[in-house]
């Protein structure tokens, strides 16, 4: 497929791809709901204007499906009445290490069906050289990526700190190689690239290029190919801070992981720094040769955990912020507290809770949530119980399960037992007398004491109230 010239832009043909699809925007803004306008249109950004072709670049290939299934005819319709007739529309995606990732030029009124997701390789052997005879070149790197919006958490803690301090000081750390593993849709790419970024817009790295491992390996047998293997080694040792995600996908492949070795050495031992993430720590990774795993570990390896449900929440917080959307909290607590092991899977759900409020036109509420979440996540977790509400109640106050069945009257127990009552009415459908029973046998006037009591004291005291919020959320995670 033919590589997209970035340098050919509008600055050529005087016309700025903004302004054509601000020109876009505002006529697409009566034709649909404001919440499919900013869900749909507001992320889409104009890279470039080429005559009567527009280029447009989308988040991910979910985005650019949802688009081409229900908003093709209106895209047509608006490009053609602000480009004319001839117009053509192209879409890029970027997303991942694809980076903008040119697709398959296609006209507005022929769907783009096969669109494939391509990564430019950062190495072409066909890069002219520059006048110090280095290769020019493309870092890869993808600006959306940054530290900024990357939250931190104590799941990627240690990670995030030594990228930081890896952009601020490439090849100037122990920290070399940089190992990040972790499983997947944790964060490495992003990470990667937020640490690649800062190196270069911070000046502390002039030639910087993320590469992930599947196309160093293509890469190079293509150069193999083309009888170009010494351009492209010359090319990767000529980078002050080179990045090569998934590792991984190294197994197997001797002669890549030969020229990989000696790459890395080269890079090495001149105080280049080297960035490599797996999906597994450097001893565990099979099909890659020892000497090249026993290189891996003389630097630092940090891992990236699952985030914790805190982490999750921010997450989502600056997730829907960034797609100037006002989320309800208790929307972002229940998926936060239902999908817990994969930040993509998190995003995943946020982009198809949009997509069913909008089309479906519902209001974004709890309940949407729930019927999202059966469809991504398969379950959504079974209903709270009062014996799982006492459990956590009394970890939380580090007191015996069985003192709240107990006739005891100890403040602390007793304080236990009211909130654990008051929790059962909001978090249950148990009835007065069902909770009452499961609490010794209790009244159900004493359970309508316990409920007010804890209203009144949430109303007028601060920490106690943060308290019952937090026993709330562990709940929910354990449920
Ligand atoms: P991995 O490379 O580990 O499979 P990615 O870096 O591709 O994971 O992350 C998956 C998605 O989750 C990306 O869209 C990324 O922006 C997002 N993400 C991961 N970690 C964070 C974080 N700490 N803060 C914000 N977004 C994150
Ligand atoms: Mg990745």
Known sequence: METQNDTLSSVETGTDPRQVWEECLAKIRHDVSTLSFKTWFQPIIPIRVTGTELTVEVPSQFFY??????????????????????????YSIAR???????????????????????????????????????????????PRYTF??????????????AGMAVANNPGGTSFNPLVIYGGT?????????????????????????????EKFTVDFVEAIQADKVNEFSLFYRSMDLLIVDDIQFFAGKEKTQDNFFHTFNALYQVGKQIVLSSDVPP?????????????????????IQAPDLETRIAILRKKSEENSLDLPQDVIEFIAANVTSNIRELEGCLISLLARA???SREIGVDLAKDVLRVVVNEVRSPVTIEQIQRVVCEYFDIPQDLLRAKTRKQEVVTARQVAMYL????TNSSLKTIGLHFGGRDHSTVIHAYQAVEDQMKTRA???????????????TS
């Open 65 to 90: 499906d949802w688009v081409e299934e229900h908003y093709n005819a209106l895209m047509k319709k608006t490009i053609t009445s602000v480009l004319g007739d001839e117009a053509k529309l192209y």
């Open 358 to 360: 909008s089309l479906e």
């Open 96 to 142: 991942e290490e694809s980076l903008v990732a040119p697709l398959e030029p296609g006209r507005a009124d022929e769907p783009l069906r096969n669109a494939r997701q391509v990564a430019r390789a950062p190495f072409s052997p066909h890069a002219p050289l520059r006048a110090d005879n280095l290769p020019i070149i493309q870092s890869n790197l993808n």
């Open 283 to 303: 001893k565990e990774l099979r099909g890659l040769d020892e000497r090249l795993i026993s290189r891996f570990q003389c630097g630092l390896t940090a891992d």
């Open 185 to 213: 849709g944790l964060g490495k790419t992003h990470l990667m690239h937020a640490l690649g970024n800062h190196a270069l817009v911070a000046g502390k790295a002039k030639r910087a290029a993320y590469v992930s491992s």
């Open 424 to 427: 059962a009415k909001e978090l």
């Open 148 to 161: 900024d919006n990357f939250i931190k958490g104590d799941s990627n803690q240690l990670a995030r700190a």
């Open 463 to 477: 920490p106690y109230k943060q308290n019952i919020d937090n026993i709330r959320r562990r709940i929910s995670m």
